[in-house]
């Protein structure tokens, strides 16, 4: 499976596989626990970039 998603990741297939080409060849990837995602959204960090997420604590309720 791993083999699978580094392929797909890196777009070396023919084809795309899935119906949705959102991670086709989008290079490299990283795992974020979901309790680490937590922790930086809730500091102001955007926990795929690293960088300063302004709508940090903004609700919608």
């Not at 959102?22 to 500091?43: D, I, Y």
Request: with cysteine.
């Amino acid at each position: 499976m791993v083999e699978f998603l580094r392929l797909v990741f890196s777009g070396e297939p023919e084809a795309c596989p899935f119906s949705d080409a959102t991670l086709w060849g989008t290079g490299a990837q990283k795992f974020v626990h979901w309790q680490e995602e937590r922790r930086l959204l809730e500091s102001g960090v955007d926990p795929w970039t690293g960088e300063p997420d302004p709508p940090a604590g903004v609700g919608f309720e």
